[in-house]
Structure formats: C-alpha cells, structure tokens
C-alpha cells in the first residue's frame, strides 16, 4: 500500500495570506488527523476528522479549519497568516475505529511564513 | 489533562553503546495507550510500537526494547548495540481510549557517533 502523501511539500508565504495543505491517508483508512510541529511548542494536535465529519480539535484559533473529501483526502487550510505558523505540518491516518490501530505519518508540508 | 514528559533533550552516544531514552506520562485513564516514534531529518514520523495500559509485559524487537512500568508510569526505550542510523529525534506519545488524539512529548534527539 501507499503511504500517507502531502502536498505541497514546502510553502512559502507572506504575513496575511492563506494556504491550503492537503493530505491523502493511506487506502482504506478513514481517519486523518493534522498536527502542527514547531521548536518552541512541539507536536501539537491540530484536529482529526473520521468520515467527512470534525471528530476531536485542538486549542488552535479559528483561523485554522480542515475538511474531508468522500474518498477521505483531507485539507487544512490557514487563513490571515501569522509569523507563529511557520511549522511542520503532519497529517496522519488510521482506520480511524477501535483502539487498536496506529497513526500512519506522511513526511509533512514546511510552511514558511515572511 | 494528560501529560508525556521526555526529560532528556539530548543524547549523545559512540556506536555500539547502549541508550536507553527515558518516557513518564500522566493520565486519569485507566486505559490508555502508549507510543513510541521516530522522526529521522526527512521529518516523517515513524511508528515503532504501541503498547496497552492493560498490557505491562515488556517487549524486544531486535536491538530495541521497551520497559512499561505502570507503577512508576513510565515508558523507556532502550537501543542496544546502536548504529549510526539510529540517529534520530525519538517521540514518546500518549493516546486515551476511544479517541486518535496523540499527545507528544518533547523529543529526545539521539545521535550516535561513529
């Protein structure tokens, strides 16, 4: 199987903009979950969503949203951005049911924000 | 509130020694799980193992081992004879049950010389 892919893998933008990131689980799995990684803060969790629906969310500001597709792909999007969310962004899948399962992480969007 | 903490930020090791990196968690659950990853400079994290609150036995996957000891909540891991591509920064997470949520612990970064 294919592993979890994101993309873009490296972003550059200014102060103010908005991106959008975008990550597709691994076949089958139904869960994908996105978690900010910063040297200050560490890995934080961002948000999980299971079946096109917001499962869990973390204490991140409004500014930051998420969805997902029918087919489980999922994007995350940042809006009026801020010096603070220059990170590595991770998306993870599972199959999303029962606790007896992993999260699965793809290699990450680099945001830089100028 | 659930809580990992990874004591050591830093460890340095010649090849071959062994090093053993030190995970103690908090949690009101009675089940829970516990997860060890490693995230090599490309950023993906890689998932290593998963261990049940209700399980204490300790396990061995060849040069890695892991000490779960409820007792003192903590969760160890240890590397035995390491090799250089052991060199990686090493995430100690906790996860409740019935949800996907992972909370990290700051990371250990481990490098091995030559």
């Known amino acids: 199987k294919a592993g979890v892919t994101q993309t873009p893998r490296y972003l550059i933008k200014t102060r103010g903009q908005q991106v959008t990131l975008s990550c597709s689980p691994i076949?089958?799995?139904?869960?994908v979950s996105w978690y900010q990684q910063t040297p200050g803060q560490g890995l934080q969790f961002l948000f999980e969503?299971?079946?096109?629906?917001?499962?869990n969310k973390g204490n991140f500001p409004g500014r930051f949203s998420g969805r997902q597709f029918s087919n489980s792909r999922s994007e995350m999007n940042v809006s009026t951005l801020e010096l603070g969310d220059s990170a590595l962004y991770l998306c993870?899948?599972?199959?999303?049911?029962?606790?007896?399962?992993?999260?699965?992480f793809g290699p990450g969007t680099r945001l830089t924000v100028l | 509130a659930q809580k990992v903490t990874q004591a050591q930020t830093e460890i340095s090791v010649v090849e071959k020694e062994d090093v053993t990196l030190d995970c103690v968690y908090e949690?009101?659950?009675?089940?829970?799980?516990l997860f060890w990853y490693k995230q090599p400079p490309s950023g993906e994290l890689v998932f290593l193992i998963r261990r049940n609150s209700f399980d204490e036995q300790n396990e061995i996957s060849g040069r890695y081992s892991w000490n779960f000891q409820k007792s003192t909540s903590s969760f160890n891991f240890t590397i035995t004879a390491s090799q250089v591509v052991d060199s990686a920064v090493y995430f100690c997470a906790l996860r409740q049950k019935g949800a996907q949520k992972l909370v990290f612990g700051q990371g250990t970064r481990l490098t091995i010389n030559p």
């Open positions: 993870a899948s599972s199959s999303g049911s029962g606790d007896h399962n992993e999260q699965f």
């Open positions: 076949s089958g799995h139904r869960s």
């Open positions: 949690t009101r659950d009675t089940t829970y799980y």
């Open positions: 969503y299971f079946s096109e629906t917001q499962r």
